[in-house]
């Protein structure tokens, strides 16, 4: 059973697939219209046109697409940062129950003013409930757990990058991968939380 956290990313991850569905209608829509230039309005041609507006599009042009493909890529990074505040303070309820007067003070308090996820950052975090190392055993098969932390530590520069106005070149396999990424890391950090606050609580929190 997953974290509340981690449904709701789950949900919040639809706008991604929003961004890219709408990278693939513009692709199509402009290799309809070069069909129909080229075409020269001879009623012979008329398919090529049609063709073009229902075949998967290649890579579309950086003039017409990379404005979705940025805004798709800090989405991303601002959704998981959102999964991590929202799972710090899920778990935290949870550990703080009874022990103290009121849990989101002190949720609020152990959070570092630097909220940008970075692993230092996670690892503060949550060791200010008493999980510790929370990010140095997450890995998955062929990313081992130094690739993970650089991945997600280039991933944050580079939205902040974005952010400031600089022109990074992303791609629609960049957000893809960044996509499939952002799910695997949420996943095995839920399950890190699990498997360290278990033995605490005497149960599974969720």
């Not at 789950?10 to 890219?20: A, G, M, N, S, V």
């Not at 799972?87 to 630097?114: F, M, N, Q, S, T």
């Amino acid at each position: 059973m997953p974290s509340k956290s981690l449904t709701n990313l789950t949900e919040r991850l639809k706008d991604i697939d929003q961004l890219l569905n709408a990278h693939s209608a513009i692709t199509k829509f402009n290799n309809a219209q070069n069909a129909a230039n080229q075409a020269g309005g001879q009623l012979a041609q008329v398919a090529t046109v049609f063709n073009a507006l229902v075949t998967k599009p290649g890579k579309g042009k950086p003039k017409e697409v990379d404005a979705i493909n940025r805004a798709a890529y800090v989405l991303l990074a601002a959704h998981f940062q959102g999964f991590v505040d929202e799972i710090h303070a899920e778990i935290g309820k949870i550990v703080l129950a009874g022990k103290a007067a009121d849990p989101d003070a002190v949720i609020k308090l152990v959070k570092p003013p630097r909220s940008n996820p970075h692993v230092n950052i996670i690892n503060q975090m949550f060791a200010g409930l008493g999980v510790y190392e929370i990010m140095d055993s997450i890995s998955w098969q062929k990313c081992d757990n130094k690739t993970v932390k650089t991945r997600l530590t280039h991933c944050l520069e580079t939205r902040n990058k974005i952010a400031h106005g600089k022109k990074e070149p992303i791609t629609k396999s960049k957000v893809v991968q960044l996509k499939q990424f952002v799910e695997l890391l949420a996943k095995k950090l839920d399950a890190e939380i699990v498997a360290k606050t278990q033995p605490i609580l005497g149960k599974a929190p969720w």
